[in-house]
């Protein structure tokens, strides 16, 4: 990725930078480098950006020394947990945590003290990452803001709902943080802050003591390098699995190799014609270049397949909120009677549109869903990957709305394994390119996006290669 | 039902009796009587019953005044807000409430508050419900007993998990209490105490804020009528729905008329080599009495559909818990990590057991699942009902064991509903027929148990007649 040069980062503010993981690794095993060490780094980072960025709800540098300590010993003795022993990590506050205040971004639960930490902040800990701290939502992960900024331009929104993981990551401060999506939260704000994103296949990754209870919602992986993303992710659900009673990540601990797409499909979405011309321009640069190295692009204008697909996911975005909102009666309702008028503007007008959709209608949305997801498997079955925006641009300024989550929004609905990655630029910042693919393929979209970023980076890697430790982020 | 006139309830303790609530309406309606004043009965029949019993882990005395008060006035002003305003439930401590400690039977959630309600627990409250206090559970709603007695032989068990529920409708206590079932935890304990149990569709009550988050675990009602279980569990529904993403409970506000089944399938289960021989005999009579009535009783001996049912269900107790165990390792987990050694060797043993099962064979279980639905459904296509005991006989003695749960765990693999009538007797206490019926069929459940329970009385009731508020309870 390129490295940022833009002159909207204020002054006695570092140029924000993805500072992958995977690389550290190596150093911790031979000693050149440790836990603590790398945990004491990622705070100064912290000390500098967090003034401004206000990407953190809780921070508990004591408990992170610890667990960093306790990490540094394992890779002293020569065993580290796991390939992410000693990786400092955000949680996204509306995911329990048992030793930081759980808020959701809802006054109601300001100081709110969960018990025990829910199972991906078990499964991270059980692997040795060490937590630095809570990263802002948006209200109770929907719409109304949080106070994060984005790190490439303090004046413009780092997205939503997932703001701070976003933020964190995209300033370098930490190589991963968890999100969850059940519209955009994952994806948009990782394209807004030059991260990488991965929104799982619906119930990969298990959501106990996660707030976000809606049916398509998933938890997910902000981080500076698609090992980062992988790992965390795998290394979390082999300890604690998939949502009950769902098929859990499936891959091998290692990232795919490279794999070059023979089909890809570009799918507009709502979001093509609210798209900047820059973003079209620079998807179809992407999409011409593909074309020229012998991929063949699937495009609405001439497959009805595709065209199918398109139609079935008009207006997904209200059709997604719907859901969402219906199934967000409860607890919002509960929080009102516990604290009436807590609750935003926004958020009380969410709730009221809930009550406007009956038991029918939301059973339409889901049949609506069943459908779009039938028709998306029909056409998955001739196309190795999905290419689209995961932005309509670049982060909108001003931090009044989380910008528009209409590229984004198609996974969420469909439950398909999605990615974005920070290789195109709309007005001299981050966009991020999604590469979407078939439900429980997670790992065949992770070989796919290797190849696209080299590709995207002018160069075309060798396809089937091993898996490299530090492929993928830096470069 | 039977009044129970049995030797072993200890002096000083009345005889217990069911006490349905809906024949209550009609006297709040006229004025006769006040959701306030019966409350107040409640309240007299706790302190009789508690010190006995220990049916409760917490009650709130002056918070179900309140409502009860708040009730009076709408009923008062003719403006009731369901059928259920101003009845006293219980909630099975797995289950939040905002006004109450819920502590799901562990010791390391000790004097734990919830922040809100659950979905169930807000849904009772839209309704106008009175919650007079949690009900005890076993530890993590699991195996490991609570202290809890059974109200028609203080040295038996009441069943488990729900516990408190079961013993605390049984004992006359409250018209209605909610539980939960994963594996036979509403209908067992109903059984062992001569109450009403209803275990719905998987889905079909939402389960937001309930700590049963395994994959087929559903909440469901104890109650001491058919309607009281009908009418608690669709208020509910109609205020939150069901779980997200699923279809909440099917059927109309009234409950169904009864309704003469054409075939019913006799189930054997795993339990029926393990029941009493006057359990056993007291089936057979039943089934020759509805055969004589023109049923037709399909068996295994004679149906090579129901045999194949009752292989693909041979072990299910074995494999619910495999798949609960797995689900339940978070957050057992968690509960370790703040507090170890906290857990009962039982409960620590489950844990150890879920780290037996692979990914791979939690997979295979959940094929099995996914199979047996299938065998189940096709052999509800030339059935009405199901019938089989609820429990193996009568409660054991000792308060150890919660009792055996194979025949109530086809309903919980199966997703199907369930209901438990108390129209069998064992040893001279009470044992409960269960009905089981098609995903979904939840309603026409309802109508074929109306019919049973006068025709295990020895009467044919009118089919199709119009629901009758006070009837399938006192009768």
Known sequence: ????????????????????????????????????????????????????????????????????????ERWRAGRPRSSIDGMPVGVKDVIDTADLPTELGLRAYAGRRPLVDAAAVLGLREAGAVVLGKTATTEFAMTHPAATRNPHDLERTPGGSS???????????LPAALGTQAVGS??????????FGYKPTSGAINRGGSHDTQSHSVIGVIGASLPDLWHTAWEIVSRVGGDPGKRGLVGAPQLAPP?????????????????????????????????????RVRRRQHDAEVAQLEEI??????????????????????????????????????????????????????DWRRSARRTFAAVMDRADAVVTLAATGAAPIGLTSTGNASPAVPSSVLGTPALTLP????????????VMGARHRDAAVFGTARWLLAAAAGEEPATGSGPAPSAGGAN
């Open 1 to 72: 990725m390129d490295r940022l040069t833009d002159e909207r980062v204020p002054e006695g503010l570092p140029a924000p930078e993805l500072l992958p993981f995977q690389g550290a690794v190596a150093d911790f095993r031979s000693g050149r480098d440790t836990p603590r060490d790398y945990l004491e780094r990622a705070i100064d980072r912290l000390a500098v950006w967090e003034g401004r960025l206000h990407a953190f709800a809780a921070v508990g540098i004591e408990q992170a020394r610890r667990a960093a300590d306790a990490s540094t």
């Open 163 to 173: 703001s701070g993981s976003a933020a964190a990551v995209g300033a370098g401060i």
């Open 186 to 195: 994952v994806l948009r704000p990782a394209s807004y802050c030059g991260a």
């Open 259 to 295: 794999s070059r797409p023979s089909v890809v499909v570009h799918l507009e979405t709502d979001g093509w014609p609210l798209a900047t011309d820059e973003a079209r321009q620079q998807t179809e640069d992407l999409l011409h270049r593909l074309e020229r190295a012998g991929v």
């Open 313 to 366: 996911l008009a207006g997904a975005l209200a059709k997604a909120r719907s859901i969402i909102n219906v199934e967000s009666r409860w607890p919002l309702r509960a929080v009102q009677r516990i604290a009436p008028g807590s609750l935003s503007d926004t958020l009380a007008a969410r709730l009221a549109a809930a009550d406007q959709v009956s038991a029918e209608a939301y059973q339409e949305l889901l």
């Open 423 to 434: 290789v195109l630029r709309d007005a001299g910042l981050p966009l991020g390119l999604q």
